[in-house]
Each structure stands twice: as C-alpha cells, then as structure tokens.
C-alpha cells in the first residue's frame, strides 16, 4: 500500500463507538452535547480497509467520545486483528459498565498476554464511583472484572483520576485493585479544574471535585504514575521497537524546528473516529477544539467513502505537516523541547 508521507502504519487509535453509558461532568459528551454525533465502526469497515492487520504491531480502543464496548461489533472486531496477528498489542481503555460476565468471558478469550484492558474507576463503591462516572453501574463492573481475570492471559490495569472525593482513599483503592487480580494501579493527576480553568468553580468561588494541590498535575498536560503489583509485563517488544524506530527518524527529519510529531511517530496511533474519519491524533481530534476539528471532517478524510490508501495519501496533508508549528494543539504537547524518547513512547 502507498504510503507517501510515511505515516506510522504500526499503532492505530480507533474510537469505534461513540456512544456511551455515562455521564461525566468533564466529557465533551456533557459539556459540548450539541456537536456529539453518536456512531459506530462495524466489522466490514474493518474486513474492507486494513487489509495490512498483520503489518499492525499497536491497536488502542479508546474514544474521544464514547466508550469501545458498546460498539455491537467489537469482539468480533477484535477477533478480526488477533487473527490477522496473533501478536497484535490490543489495549482497551473502558469505563466497564453494564455488560455481562459472559460477554467478558467471551472477550477475554479472544485476549492474550500480549493485551491490556484498562477499568477507568474513580471511586470503591457505586456512590463513590458515580461522583464523577455519573450513571456508572458498579456491580457490572465488578463482575465484569472478575470474569475477565478469570477467562483470559491479558493484564488489567485500574486507571483512577484523583478527585476531592477520592484523594484519601487512594491506598484502599490500591487494595481493592489487588484483591481483585489487577495487575497495576495507574494514578492520574488532572489539570481539568477551577484553579487551572475558572469555568469549574461552583458560583466562581471553587471546583468541588477540585483535589489538593499535590494531586494535580503541574505541567500543561495529566501526570500518570503506575504501581505495579506482579512482575507482569505485557509483551510489546515489537510496538517498542517501531515505536523507537520512528522517534529517531521524525527527530532528526525535524531538526532545527519548534515541532517534534508525535502523530508522524505514531505515540498515540493515527486516529479513526467513529465516523471513519481519520484524524491524525486524538489531541487535535476532540470536539472541544471546534475549529481545528473541522479542518480534518472533509470527505477526503472519510476512509468509509474513499478507502484508506486514498485518505493516506491525499494532497492535503502536505499542507497540514507544513503547518504543524501555527496549530496551537501542536505547539502545546509536540513542542521540541517537551518531545523526548520517553514522551515519544509513552501513551
């Protein structure tokens, strides 16, 4: 397949379903509700155009908007890429609610050592939980968990946002997230709060979800740390090396510029939306920046009604790649002097 601008083919970002159970506060899906467009991606979308999965070292189902498991076809979706490449490095990042054991059982088996499924949970109960992951349903998720531990070989990470409500309950979080068979515990310092942003302050005086100020993060973007709790680690070798392979390549074609790519070294994988268009990163993917957003929903840019090899290649990205340093989502988080090999490798 031609690839003229030597876009990272190795890791893929596939918001397949933006649709979602929840209603977070600080989701486009309740903050900017009038732009949502609720869709999905369903198998023949797949069959038809990556034609190339066993080339694919990375796949990420995470979305801007909605959550991957409420996708109708997202195990066979799945299914679709480990039989292409049984090595494929699938990660899912779910809120975990209202689906049955079975069905994790079902996709659990479809994984292997090589997956992680990723629970974003906030709280230890429901009424902890619901705080923030508004019309969550803890006992699914429970559930849902322990099937999955119990049916496949993936590891499981719980993914925790620190809150008011939560920033003294994070070492019994910690527990629970052991007792339960998680592998690690990722915590999550956010900057998505009235003393960074005013719009969040209640009556413009303060943020009730707003933690203390050690629990969020200082620099311009979230701060992640992960406490692991077996020696497990999930084989991605292969992803690594692509991953290493084009940081150096984009580095040095980008010597002497204000912009190091991560979209061009494939960080965060090429972005398909849930309406097949391909975005080239989820950052300047999100429906918060508007204006930046629609300069990528063109036809040209729909890989349903063009085919991908066309979407690729098309002309227009040889303006966008020669405007990376005026776009603003660009300067903030691929600026050069924040873009090293472990920012470059790091989801």
Not at 19 to 34: A, F, G, N, Q, W
Not at 156 to 166: E, G, R, S, T
Not at 259 to 266: E, F, K, Q, S, T
Request: hydrophobic share 35%.
């Amino acid at each position: 397949m031609q690839n003229q601008f030597n876009w990272p083919l190795w890791h893929w970002h596939f918001e397949v379903s933006s649709i979602c159970t929840l209603k977070c506060p600080r989701c486009p899906r309740t903050e900017i509700p009038e732009s949502l467009v609720q869709t999905q991606l369903r198998l023949d979308f797949f069959e038809k155009n990556f034609t190339f999965a066993n080339e694919i070292k990375k796949i990420t189902f995470c979305g801007d908007d909605g959550d991957p498991i409420y996708a109708k076809d997202f195990i066979d979706i799945v299914k679709f890429f480990k039989h292409q490449n049984p090595d494929v490095n699938i990660n899912i990042i779910t809120n975990g609610s209202y689906k049955t054991p079975d069905w994790w059982k079902n996709l659990g088996n479809v994984l292997n050592e090589n997956d992680q499924v990723h629970f974003s949970l906030d709280g230890w109960n429901q009424q902890s939980n619901e705080q923030y992951r508004v019309n969550c349903e803890w006992s699914s998720i429970i559930s849902g968990i322990q099937s999955l531990r119990e049916n496949t070989t993936a590891f499981l990470q719980w993914d925790a946002i620190v809150f008011k409500f939560n920033q003294h309950q994070i070492d019994n979080m910690k527990s629970m997230a052991k007792e339960l068979g998680f592998d690690s515990f990722q915590l999550t310092r956010s900057t998505k709060f009235g003393s960074k942003y005013q719009h969040y302050n209640d009556n413009d005086t303060s943020d009730s979800l707003e933690p203390d100020e050690e629990f969020i993060s200082s620099t311009h973007r979230f701060f992640r740390e992960v406490f692991r709790f077996n020696s497990r680690i999930p084989n991605t070798k292969p992803a690594i090396i692509e991953n290493i392979k084009y940081y150096n390549q984009v580095k040095e074609d980008s010597k002497n510029k204000n912009i190091i790519p991560l979209c061009l070294i494939g960080t965060k994988g090429i972005f398909v939306n849930s309406q097949g268009y391909l975005i080239p990163c989820c950052w300047v993917g999100n429906r918060y920046n508007h204006t930046g957003l629609s300069k990528f929903l063109i036809p040209e840019n729909n890989i349903t009604t063009q085919g991908i090899e066309n979407v690729i290649n098309a002309e227009h990205w040889n303006t966008f790649i020669e405007d990376f340093n005026t776009m603003t989502e660009c300067k903030n988080k691929c600026s050069a002097h924040l873009v090293d090999e472990k920012y470059a490798t790091t989801w």
